[in-house]
Structures are given as C-alpha cells and as structure tokens.
C-alpha cells in the first residue's frame, strides 16, 4: 500500500502564499505521477495540478495557472504545491494523489487516473 500525507495547509490573507507538501511511503513504484486536487462543499473534486515522474510535464487547471507551481524531489518522494497570489476562491480542502500508471492527456486531469490519495489539508483563504 501506498500512504500520501500532506501538510502546509493554513490560513491566509488574500494575496499571501502557501506551500503544500505531499509525501509518499509505503509500495516503491519505479516512476510515478502526482496530482493535487481540491475540494470544497459547494464543488466536486477539483484538478488543481499533476506532474510526470521526471517533472518534465506539469499541468494546471485554467483557475491556478500563474499562480500555482507544482514540482517534486523524487529522492524525498515529495510533492510541492507553491501557491501564490492567493484568492478566495481557493479556499478549499487539497488532496495529493498518485498513480504509478502512465497516463497523458486530458487523463491526467480527471481524479480516475490517480489510485492513491492522501486525507487532505485545509486551505482557507481570507478575503
């Protein structure tokens, strides 16, 4: 099994930043993509971000571009989410994921390309 834990949610003003952390333990897969997903309770499961194995490839939702980078450090087994210019509207709780499949296109934004997911961190974003 695979256990992702994130961390680094919080409270912030609008503008501020915040960065996310995801780590991965557990089954060793010998390449693996992450995603950050979000939720809230007005909204359905939310694609925020992914990235490929060798960080080659990035995504992001249309909402978070420019503002949200996503990167990893594969020797830590981490995910970051740096979270700038932060809105209102981001307010949400975050959940990493991960799938040691390969997947591409429009895939890799949906949450069924993923087979695991963290329990989420909370970010709350004041106006």
């Known amino acids: 099994q695979v256990q992702l834990v994130e961390s680094g949610g919080g409270l912030v003003q609008a503008g501020g930043s915040l960065r996310l952390s995801c780590t991965a333990s557990g089954r060793a897969f010998s390449n693996y993509a992450m995603g950050w997903f979000r939720r809230t309770p007005e909204k359905e499961r939310e694609f925020v971000a992914a990235i490929s194995w060798r960080g080659s490839s990035t995504y992001y939702a249309d909402s978070v571009k420019g503002r949200f980078t996503i990167s990893r450090d594969n020797a830590e087994s981490t995910v970051y989410l740096q979270m700038n210019s932060l809105e209102p509207e981001d307010t949400a709780v975050y959940y990493c994921?991960?799938?040691?499949?390969?997947?591409?296109?429009?895939?890799?934004?949906?949450?069924?390309?993923?087979?695991?997911w963290g329990q989420g961190t909370q970010v709350t974003v004041s106006s």
């Open positions: 994921a991960l799938t040691p499949r390969f997947i591409s296109g429009t895939y890799v934004y949906t949450g069924r390309a993923y087979d695991y």
